[in-house]
Each structure stands twice: as structure tokens, then as C-alpha cells.
């Protein structure tokens, strides 16, 4: 089994809590999926979820 790397695994997270936002529609998720919105410069758009992704 291949252990994934921070970002791997930040990039699956955020795809299933896409995936539970689309079948809820609950706006706590998009709050959460918005906040953990990666910028360009590689943080969060919610600066208390950042964390260096490297």
C-alpha cells in the first residue's frame, strides 16, 4: 500500500467532503470547503486551517 504524501492526502480529504456536500448540501461543509480553499501561494483561504503543505 503507498502512503500518500501531505498533499495527496489534503487532495482526497477535500474530495470527499466535495463529494458529502453534494449529496447534503450542508451549508457546515461549505463553509469547511471554503475555508480550506487552496490560494495560489499554496495556504488556505481561511488562515487558521493553514498549514504548510510540504
Keep these: ?3 500518500l504524501t501531505v498533499q495527496e ?3 482526497a480529504m477535500r474530495v470527499f467532503l466535495e463529494n458529502c ?3 447534503t448540501q450542508s451549508d457546515d461543509l461549505g463553509a469547511l470547503l471554503g475555508d ?3 490560494l495560489e ?3 488556505t483561504a ?3 486551517a ?3 503543505l510540504s
Excluded: N, R
Aim: net charge negative; proline share 10%.
Design 1 to 3: 500500500m503507498k502512503t
Design 41 to 43: 501561494d499554496g495556504m
Design 50 to 52: 493553514s498549514m504548510p
Design 9 to 11: 492526502a489534503f487532495a
Design 46 to 48: 481561511e488562515p487558521a
Design 36 to 38: 480550506i480553499q487552496l
Design 21 to 23: 456536500y453534494e449529496q
